[in-house]
């Protein structure tokens, strides 16, 4: 397996791949008719990852107004701690910005604290706990919002962060 990944926007061809790790990092999965309604949602931004030529990861958001609202994550089990989750992440927050979004938020298992620390480490911070959120077990869901992204502040932060990612990335690929 490679090193390098490449980040693109989803298309409708990635879906069965999408669903299959839908499947595997999730529950209770999405339909497939709700990626295909995201796909052409204009305030919809999904992203896949790949890894030659196969989809590994995918993401997305939905901006509205100057908020942006991060739906899902997830990376296939071969590609996890490989930092591809980051690296979706990254682009979401980079589409967000440049929609003009303020503010992200998004929820998260409770008893998920790899991707909690990820979001934290990202300027996410937890606001509230939706009781029993998930159907599939009635676990609590994290609220998690990160203001000001649009500061100039964010922003250089978010380039520091991505450097130093893809400089580990490099460095790892030796």
């Known amino acids: 397996m490679g090193q390098s990944f490449e980040l693109r926007e989803m298309r409708q ?16 999965p999405w339909h497939e008719s ?10 919809a ?22 908020e942006a609202h991060i739906t899902t994550l ?6 996890r701690r490989r930092r591809g989750g980051e690296r979706l992440l990254i682009a979401l927050l980079v589409e967000a ?9 998004l929820e998260v298992r409770q008893s998920n604290t790899a991707a909690q620390n990820l979001y934290k480490k990202y300027g996410f911070y937890p606001v509230a706990v939706r009781r029993a959120y998930y159907s599939d077990n009635n676990e609590n869901a994290i ?6 992204i649009s500061t100039n502040a964010y922003i250089a932060k978010l380039e ?11 460095e790892s690929a030796k």
């Open 13 to 28: 061809d990635d879906l069965p791949r999408v669903m299959e790790i839908d499947r595997e990092c999730f529950p209770i």
């Open 34 to 43: 709700a990626y295909l309604t995201e796909v052409s949602n204009r305030s």
């Open 45 to 66: 931004y999904y992203v896949v990852l790949c890894q030659d030529d196969e989809v590994a990861g995918y993401a997305g958001m939905w901006t509205i107004m100057d």
């Open 74 to 79: 997830g990376v296939s089990t071969p590609y």
């Open 97 to 105: 910005i440049g929609k003009g979004a303020r503010r992200a938020t």
């Open 143 to 148: 609220i998690m919002w990160v203001e000001d």
């Open 160 to 170: 520091t962060l991505k450097q130093k990612l893809y400089t580990k990335t490099m």
